[in-house]
């Protein structure tokens, strides 16, 4: 929830920030669709609702929405003030922005969930409510500890914290004072302090607040939905001002966001909307956030448009072969929807896994080969040090500093609050008001002119020696250098000119959203922060049982949800990929740790969780001879008659779409039916546990002619072809099929698909 307070605050609800738009882009709606791939392209010609895209990590689904709006609107279906984005930080509502009005489509809103409903909220209040519009509050902590201490409890100032959340998500669940004991009871939630203590502070503070005219901003989406609900004229007024909705990251939704779309989509809810999310990817439950609506959206909409993107340009095979693994191994709901990602790069290098005695020397050795990565060309603002809480950061902000290495971190002070970025904008903008200024006579150009602006503040074409606040102010002044830099090409690009003017104003407007540029460091972030970046190397630190999975989480969902943290975590690197974890806290400690759960399977040596995952998902695993050499290719598959890349497991297993025509030999088919009910028979086992129905369609219409052939066949794994691939290929021969040798053991369990 905090990220969705700084985001409200930071946000402008009203003006979109002045990018570096290309006005010579070409104008027709075709254009438009240049570039995409073909899922990207259905999204973006699907113009009418409900459309719902499921968009795997890394596979550019803000490219998709954004030319589906731009499309809309270059073709004359939308008009551009009456289509409403909306998101969840202002750093992706500013970037939807910049990227809309690259491609034409100025006049789109989009915002946060928050910031559009402020902006109703403000403009219909006086003729809804009457008065002025009650103070937002800014941070609540002070008012829960206020409310708290008028109960008689005393609270420390870490629970405080938990105390804050919990109200806040009986509100985004929808839940009051009164119904919060029996409520969380009844899920069986974990709750920082006795439930009707609780129930009583979050009363009292609901009192206070209201008797103070004041609102937090949970209060600003239920006052929003509440008068769309009560006075139909204006619902009526907003539905008739926006027509077409646009909602990412559709499965971090909670049930009161959930309340005020419905309000703003109107009956039916789903006209013109259009839903994107990954459930693989919910990790803000304990906010409220929820994949339900995502996942049911189908149910809601049974006439819904689905689109799966599955092609993941942003990392190699090595790291979504990892992802993918990882994911095979989860369990519950939202793991039935899981997509399978296809790496659309080339190959790059496997994921190392380090395993360390103690903390500090897995973080001093992090730090070391983070230096030698930067002595390869790799800039530090291209790596992460990612970990489970904010506490494990110390260690690896030390290790970093003793060698010298810049980093900065995730979810510290904001770029432009820093002191010396408010100090370079004053100093900006008197330059840019002045006809003449002698700190920017002979500068060549617009950067030059930065420069010489900023080295009075102490900008040096260098960076000083050491790390520390010399080093961290040189670091601020130097991000502004380089915006200024890649301004200037842009605009060029495009055919403007590039004055201090109007890098003041891009200045102002990325301050406005929060969009700073990036600081030449190492990133150290929590999982969490992390969600919605990416680098070209990640390191993922501290992977240990107790911290990840955290040892709070107890129940099967809150296990699951931190596997989709790490798997959050390992679709952030684009290239170099490592996880490591240490045995003891100290050195010298007790070497007590054990590596996390969610790693077994996957890292060479380790046994899998289930019968299936060990072999394959791995690294180093022995595989030699004909089984090595016909090891499947990674890659997209794609259907052998229409060539479209297939996504559902029986579809991939038959490499075609399942309403493609079928090649299939029937009499061939009728013929391993046969001989597989003789071999269930024999074994006493169900006849899918030696080959499902689809594994025996793949095979009679490839027709396999070797063992190679047929161990490219999904279903065949390395068991199966020892125990059944002679048989297979003599009938695939038309003959009569050997007996299977008796001392075989029955191998690995048949897909269910």
Request: charged letters at 25%.
């Amino acid at each position: 929830m905090e990220r969705m307070q700084e985001d409200l605050l930071s946000g402008s609800p009203y003006d979109a920030p002045h990018g570096w738009a290309d006005p010579g882009a070409a104008t027709g709606p075709d254009a438009v669709l240049a570039g995409l791939d073909p899922e990207q392209r259905a999204v973006a010609t699907s113009l009418h609702g409900p459309v719902c895209v499921l968009a795997g990590a890394g596979t550019g689904k803000t490219r998709a929405i954004t030319h589906r709006i731009a499309y809309g609107v270059r073709s004359g279906v939308y008009q551009p003030a009456q289509v409403l984005a909306v998101t969840f930080t202002a750093r992706a509502a500013g970037e939807m922005r910049g990227r809309l009005r690259q491609l034409g489509a100025e006049g789109v809103q989009a915002r946060t969930f928050h910031a559009a409903a402020l902006r109703q909220l403000q403009y219909f209040w006086p003729r809804a409510v009457g008065g002025p519009v009650p103070q937002l509050l800014e941070r609540k902590v002070q008012l829960v500890a206020e409310s708290a201490g008028r109960c008689g409890l005393r609270v420390q100032r870490t629970e405080l914290r938990d105390l804050t959340a919990e109200i806040e998500w009986a509100k985004v669940t929808q839940i009051g004072p009164d119904d919060y004991p029996s409520a969380v009871a009844k899920i069986g939630r974990d709750t920082p302090r006795d439930p009707a203590e609780t129930a009583q502070v979050y009363r009292v503070y609901e009192e206070t607040k209201s008797r103070r005219g004041a609102i937090d901003f949970e209060d600003v989406l239920l006052l929003t939905a509440a008068i769309l609900e009560d006075r139909p004229d204006i619902a009526d007024q907003v539905r008739s001002q926006y027509r077409h909705f646009t909602v990412d990251e559709y499965q971090d939704v909670s049930p009161l966001q959930q309340r005020l779309l419905d309000q703003w989509t109107g009956p039916g809810g789903g006209a013109s909307l259009c839903v994107v999310g990954d459930a693989s990817q919910t990790i803000y439950s304990f906010t409220g956030a929820t994949p339900d609506y995502l996942l049911n959206f189908r149910t809601r909409h049974p006439e819904a448009t689905v689109v799966k993107l599955v092609r993941d340009y942003r990392s190699t095979p090595q790291v979504v072969h990892l992802a993918n693994a990882l994911l095979s191994q989860a369990r519950g709901e939202a793991a039935r929807h899981r997509l399978e990602l296809v790496s659309q790069r080339e190959a790059g290098p496997e994921p190392v896994y380090t395993e360390y005695e103690d903390e500090p020397t897995e973080a001093e050795s992090t730090a070391r080969r983070i230096k030698d990565l930067l002595a390869t060309g790799v800039r530090a603002s291209e790596i992460a040090v990612l970990f489970r809480t904010n506490g494990q950061s110390e260690v690896y902000e030390q290790a970093l500093a003793d060698l010298g290495v810049p980093y900065q971190l995730k979810g510290a002070e904001r770029f432009f609050e820093r002191p010396e970025v408010r100090d370079a904008g004053i100093l900006l903008r008197g330059a840019a008001r002045a006809a003449e200024d002698p700190l920017t006579e002979g500068a060549p150009d617009l950067a030059g002119q930065v420069r010489a602006v900023l080295a009075t503040r102490g900008f040096t074409p260098e960076p000083p020696a050491g790390s520390g606040a010399v080093r961290d102010r040189w670091e601020s002044l130097a991000a502004l250098v380089r915006l200024a830099e890649e301004f200037q090409r842009t605009r060029a690009a495009s055919g403007q000119g590039a004055d201090l003017a109007a890098y003041v104003a891009e200045l102002d407007a990325r301050a406005a959203a929060q969009h700073a540029p990036a600081v030449e460091g190492v990133t150290l972030a929590s999982l969490h922060a992390a969600k919605g970046l990416e680098w070209d190397a990640v390191y993922l630190v501290g992977l240990t049982e107790g911290t990840l999975p955290i040892i709070y989480a107890k129940t099967d969902e809150q296990i699951e949800e931190e596997r989709r943290l790490l798997y959050v975590g390992v679709t952030r690197a684009r290239k170099h990929l490592s996880l490591s974890w240490a045995l003891s806290r100290s050195p010298g400690g007790r070497a007590s740790r054990k590596p996390s759960r969610f790693m077994d399977g996957l890292r060479p040596g380790s046994s899998a969780p289930g019968a299936r995952t060990g072999g394959r998902a791995g690294r180093g695993s022995a595989e030699t001879g004909e089984r090595s050499a016909a090891r499947r290719a990674r890659g997209p598959v794609k259907c052998r008659v229409c060539d479209r890349v297939l996504t559902e497991a029986v579809e991939r297993k038959l490499r075609r779409c399942e309403d493609c025509p079928s090649t299939m030999d029937e009499g061939l088919y009728e013929r391993l039916r046969e001989w597989r009910a003789g071999q269930a028979k024999g074994q006493g086992v169900p006849a899918y546990v030696v080959f499902t129905d689809a594994t025996l369609m793949a095979i009679a219409e490839d027709v396999p002619s070797s063992t190679r052939e047929l161990a490219q066949i999904s279903g065949v794994g390395a068991m199966k072809l020892d125990k059944y691939g002679a048989s297979v290929l003599s009938l695939c021969a038309g003959e009569e099929p050997e007996e299977a040798p008796d001392d075989v053991e029955d191998g690995e369990p048949g897909d269910p698909a």
